[in-house]
């Protein structure tokens, strides 16, 4: 936790209310300890692994904020102070 306290990335936590794997709790804590929570989403009645945690709503999201987060992996050809 003390990493995403200190970063201003923004963060999505998903989680099901019936997480049989990661508690409930813990989810819901990272998502209240987040200084830049862009989205909570918990999923009611969905357990760790459900076919709708995969499903269109999520899946959405998941798109949404997939290729962001791979420019910011790879550099995505993004230039840098050190770019020449």
Do not use: C, K, W
């Not at 003390?2 to 990335?9: E, G, I, M, R």
């Not at 819901?28 to 760790?48: F, K, M, T, Y």
């Amino acid at each position: 936790m003390q990493h995403l306290a200190t970063s201003d990335v923004p963060v999505t936590v998903i989680y099901g209310d019936h997480d049989s794997v990661v508690p409930t709790v813990l989810s819901a804590r990272v998502a209240n300890h987040a200084p830049s929570l862009a989205e909570r989403l918990v999923i009611v009645g969905a357990d760790h692994n459900d076919p709708v945690m995969f499903g269109p709503r999520v899946r959405g999201l998941r798109q949404s904020i997939s290729m962001p987060l791979a420019l910011l992996r790879t550099g995505g050809g993004l230039e840098t102070a050190d770019s020449p």
